[in-house]
């Protein structure tokens, strides 16, 4: 079994900065991916950024060149460096890890307000 807990959301003012972790327990089998979701309100969930097992990074158009993820494969944990914040990133975000043989897993979410 793997669970997700997501840390480090909370309140912002407009180009202000944040840093998401999500720490995921135990071993994972035959990962693809880790990543990040976000869902705001009355929109469906969209895809912030993932990394793939080999390192590769993906991100929305929307993110580009304001948010970065990493991660420390020791500590099984990925994160979400979050520049320039603008309101429309207000959002809940969600930690996700896609495997090849297990299917995914989701973290409860965290919430990130950007608000003056």
């Known amino acids: 079994q793997v669970h997700l807990v997501e840390s480090g959301g909370g309140l912002v003012q407009p180009g202000g900065s944040l840093r998401l972790s999500c720490a995921a327990s135990?071993?994972?089998?035959?990962?693809?991916?880790m990543g990040w979701f976000r869902q705001g309100p009355g929109k469906e969930r969209e895809l912030v950024a993932t990394?793939?097992?080999?390192?590769?990074?993906n991100y929305a158009d929307s993110v580009k060149g304001r948010f970065t993820i990493s991660r420390d494969i020791a500590k099984n944990t990925v994160y979400l460096q979050m520049n320039s914040l603008k309101p429309e990133d207000t959002a809940v975000y969600y930690c996700?890890?896609?495997?090849?043989?297990?299917?995914?897993?989701w973290g409860q979410g965290t919430q990130v307000t950007v608000s003056s």
């Open positions: 990394i793939t097992s080999g390192g590769v990074t």
């Open positions: 996700h890890v896609q495997t090849l043989r297990r299917g995914a897993y």
């Open positions: 135990g071993s994972i089998f035959s990962l693809i991916s």
